[in-house]
T-cell receptor, first 109, second 114 residues
Framework: QQKVQQSPESLTVSEGAMASLNCTFSDRSSDNFRWYRQHSGKGLEVLVSIFSDGEKEEGSFTAHLNRASLHVFLHIREPQPSDSALYLCAVPGAQGLTFGLGTRVSVFP | EAAVTQSPRSKVAVTGGKVTLSCHQTNNHDYMYWYRQDTGHGLRLIHYSYVADSTEKGDIPDGYKASRPSQENFSLILELASLSQTAVYFC?????????????FGEGSKLTVL
């Protein structure tokens, strides 16, 4: 069964500084990875999907996939206080997507 | 305009009571899902459906039933609610299967069982 772990559990960054989040998975054959964001009390919104090794950019979000090392990263360029949220990594599993526990990001002015 | 809407957004139920959570989507998607979110467990799949009048078990189906009377509607039913079912429940839809299709989520239904 696909296992997904995210680190760090929480991250505090200053406005405008780069934020980097890590997600590790267990099945190297997976080919479809997503990063979601969840503001407090809200649903999940997809930020970026990546299907092959390398980088994929969507606005201020960049996903970096390295299947050999079983990692998919999310970089947030110049985060704003409005980017404070829970960030979830999702990886294909046996039945749909398997989610990590998330990284809680706090952005301070 | 929200494409996946859930109701109720919040509910308090008594142990042993029946709870129905409803989900409606206007995405014209074939697939619909119910997840629960708990601290320490993240999002876990309860039931899903890829066609009306048919439902499938997810990773944690025990204690839950699902109903898909139409393409647009998908309900989650707790026949005998228990304390352990206190959680936030999310409905989602996708055009294709969850491992390839993009999931679009509702805003969640917070259930408290007392």
């Amino acid at each position: 069964q696909q296992k997904v772990q995210q680190s760090p559990e929480s991250l505090t960054v200053s406005e405008g500084a780069m934020a980097s989040l890590n997600c590790t998975f267990s099945d190297r054959s997976s080919d479809n990875f997503r990063w979601y964001r969840q503001h407090s009390g809200k649903g999940l919104e997809v930020l970026v999907s990546i299907f092959s090794d390398g980088e994929k950019e969507e606005g201020s979000f960049t996903a970096h996939l390295n299947r050999a090392s079983l990692h998919v990263f999310l970089h947030i360029r110049e985060p704003q206080p409005s980017d404070s949220a829970l960030y979830l990594c999702a990886v294909p599993g046996a039945q749909g997507l398997t989610f990590g526990l998330g990284t809680r990001v706090s952005v301070f002015p | 305009e929200a494409a996946v809407t859930q109701s109720p957004r919040s509910k308090v139920a008594v142990t042993g009571g029946k709870v129905t959570l409803s989900c409606h989507q206007t995405n014209n998607h074939d697939y619909m899902y119910w997840y629960r979110q708990d601290t320490g467990h993240g999002l876990r799949l309860i039931h899903y459906s890829y066609v009306a009048d048919s439902t499938e078990k997810g990773d944690i189906p025990d204690g839950y039933k699902a109903s898909r009377p139409s393409q647009e509607n998908f309900s989650l039913i707790l026949e005998l609610a228990s304390l352990s079912q206190t959680a936030v429940y999310f409905c989602a839809s996708s055009e294709s299967g969850g491992d390839t299709g993009q999931l679009y989520f509702g805003e969640g239904s917070k259930l408290t069982v007392l």
